[in-house]
């Protein structure tokens, strides 16, 4: 009797806790073509941004937010990586980060597009206000509120629960450009963002 030709799905890899505790550099490069999940919605990430505690020349990060040293805000940064860090921008966008680096070293990635890849009904609906499916993600604080993440998941672990990443289904290469980071008024020059060329989805200056 022959068998029906029917494909087994694909076995979903989230990533483990040893991706994130890199060098936050490496972590922000290897996050592009990843796949951002949180319940029914998710996203392939197409643009991230390195926040560190020290360069290589062991110069302090200025623009990070772990340069203030641990407070209430920031100790997820200094603990262990794999863990979310979601913070409110100009009062008015909630932002996530990845926290990256070994415990104790502070480190985090700023996700800051993502191309939409399923749920987008839901992410339209969560959006009203988006015009086309570009401008569902095309920021940091679209994408959050696209996907239904908020300051509610603060410290979330990103191995494991509703709100994860994952390898994409198929394996890919994944081209990668790099530039100063957008919108940081110190440490303007450090090359610290990097994104997909020619992805549609990828954010500029005034999309948050």
């Given at each position: ?13 989230i ?12 972590v ?17 990430i ?118 994860v ?22 440490c ?13 989805f ?7």
């Amino acid at each position: 009797m022959e068998r029906d030709a029917v494909r087994a799905p694909e076995r979903i890899v989230i990533l483990p806790r040893e991706f994130y505790a890199r060098p936050t550099v490496l972590v922000a490069r290897d996050l592009l073509g990843k796949i951002l999940v949180h319940g029914t919605t998710s996203g392939r990430i197409v643009e991230t941004e390195a926040y560190l505690g020290r360069d290589e020349n062991g110069r302090v990060d200025l623009a990070a937010h772990s340069a203030a040293g641990i407070t209430d805000r920031t100790r997820v940064i200094f603990g262990p990586p794999g863990h979310a860090y979601v913070y409110l921008s100009y009062g008015i966008h909630e932002c996530l980060n990845v926290v990256a680096e070994r415990d104790g070293i502070p480190g985090c990635v700023l996700i800051r597009a993502l191309e939409p890849v399923d749920g987008l009904d839901l992410m339209r609906e969560r959006r009203p206000k988006a015009r086309t499916t570009r401008d569902l993600t095309s920021g940091p604080g679209k994408l959050t509120l696209a996907l239904g993440i908020s300051r509610r998941h603060y410290a979330a672990d990103l191995t494991a629960g509703d709100l994860v990443i994952r390898h994409p289904d198929t394996a890919e290469f994944v081209e990668v450009s790099i530039s100063p980071r957008i919108g940081v008024s110190t440490c303007v020059d450090w090359p610290l963002r990097f994104y997909i060329p020619k992805n549609s989805f990828v954010s500029t200056a005034r999309n948050l």
